[in-house]
């Protein structure tokens, strides 16, 4: 495969392991995004507040934000197969409880805070272990085909979550989110090879499992190029994923109800993967790097002009409100090169705990955006609100595209790396 042309699709799914890695996360984000929808909408109706809804949506990214990095440091320290087995049969039996009728609302978000802490292993070792098994530019296309996979998943479960939601009960939503984790728990242990813990190539003493978390802050922090990519996940999502956590609201002042709640939370993904299709397939490995800039600021630029779309009136405002969360969506590839670039600046030993920092902070941010954006609606429009995530984002993320392009390697041409940070 020549250097400046993209790996295909196919020679990604050559790769045997790589296909259960890849259908388990898919089984994992659609019956996740079925439920926190279902969830989402059912404390709305109940209670009627926009910040409830939007905590609500957010309690699945508390862990993240509050063990992420030391729950994820499992990942380094046992075989990253078993790391992922035993989570998705620990969340299998954790939401088939939530499923039990007659749970109430507030055993059921425990419940969902519970399954959530399986999330960071699960995801650090997915993240290091497709690395491992991906070389060259495999990795940037799997990291794009990945992508595609969320959103095709969220798309998918967001829709038929909103539909359970409004036509059954969130107990039926949970059911199948908890049947959608012990298949992929089968089909992980099924698929992957045993392969012993990772173990770093200068011999380090593992250590306690603090020790482990301490030495990946500061890879990751303390590395000025590492620090400056994560600075750009983490600002970036914040303020790009925000509108998610008050689309039950925005949906009643573009439409007068809950309705098209679907609609409106599955823009943004149908727009990421288009976007993730011509950025992760279709350009070559050196014109991602170089596209990493303008692509943040089209994921931002749309959300500013939302509020004043609001004034086209009727199915005008939800048409044009639609297509620029889509082309919001389509701005967000710039995760597939970022995520590159990261991996190639993390020893494989260090994976796990580095990938665990990264999605902390990722989930962190896109609870903090979601919680944010549902207490300025309690005050401003939702459309006004989508307006000033996209306009206060622009301003905040000029910071970390200055050093993440200062600290660019001058032979760096962009060639492979991973997953989903």
Not at 42 to 71: D, E
Not at 141 to 158: C, E, K, R
Not at 256 to 270: D, F, I, K, R
Not at 315 to 326: P, S
């Amino acid at each position: 495969m020549a250097a400046d042309r993209p790996a295909s699709y196919r020679s990604v799914f050559a790769v045997p392991e790589f296909r259960p890695l890849f259908g388990s996360y898919l089984l994992s984000t659609i019956g996740d995004e079925l439920a926190r929808l279902a969830l989402t909408v059912l404390v709305y109706q109940r209670t009627g507040s926009a910040l409830l809804s939007a905590a609500t949506f957010a309690i699945s990214y508390l862990p993240w934000l509050l063990g992420g990095p030391v729950l994820s440091a499992l990942a380094d320290r046992f075989p990253r197969r078993t790391v992922l087995v035993a989570s998705d049969a620990a969340r299998a039996v954790l939401v088939g409880v939530m499923a039990l009728p007659g749970m109430p609302l507030p055993a059921l978000l425990v419940l969902l805070l519970a399954v959530s802490v399986c999330s960071p292993p699960f995801e650090s070792a997915r993240s290091a272990l497709t690395a491992d098994i991906l070389t060259d530019d495999r990795y940037a296309v799997a990291t794009s085909v990945t992508g595609i996979l969320q959103q095709v998943s969220q798309i998918g479960g967001f829709l038929l979550g909103g539909f359970l939601a409004t036509a059954f009960t969130p107990s039926l939503a949970l059911a199948v989110n908890a049947l959608t984790f012990a298949v992929s728990a089968i089909w992980l242990a099924a698929g992957l090879q045993r392969r012993p813990a990772p173990v770093p190539e200068d011999g380090t003493d593992p250590g306690t499992v603090l020790t482990d978390v301490g030495r990946g802050l500061r890879l990751v922090l303390g590395t000025p190029r590492l620090a400056s990519i994560v600075a750009v996940l983490w600002v970036g999502v914040l303020f790009v994923n925000g509108p998610e956590g008050i689309v039950t609201p925005l949906s009643v002042e573009l439409t007068g109800s809950a309705a098209l709640v679907g609609v409106l939370l599955s823009a943004q993904p149908a727009g990421t993967i288009v976007g993730a299709v011509l950025v992760g397939r279709f350009t070559s490995p050196a014109r991602r790097e170089q596209l990493m800039v303008p692509l943040v600021v089209l994921s931002l630029v749309p959300l500013v002009l939302v509020w004043p779309a609001l004034h086209l009136g009727g199915t005008g405002a939800l048409v044009a409100v639609t297509a620029l969360l889509a082309l919001s969506g389509a701005g967000s590839a710039w995760t597939i090169p970022l995520n590159v670039v990261f991996v190639q600046a993390v020893p494989s030993a260090y994976r796990g705990r580095a990938f665990g920092v990264a999605i902390a902070g990722l989930f962190g941010a896109q609870g903090l955006g979601a919680v944010g954006a549902g207490a300025l609606a309690s005050e401003l429009p939702p459309t006004a609100v989508v307006g000033v995530l996209g306009a206060v984002g622009l301003v905040a993320v000029v910071p970390t595209l200055v050093a993440l392009v200062r600290t660019r390697p001058p032979t760096d041409a962009g060639t492979a790396g991973p997953s989903r940070a």
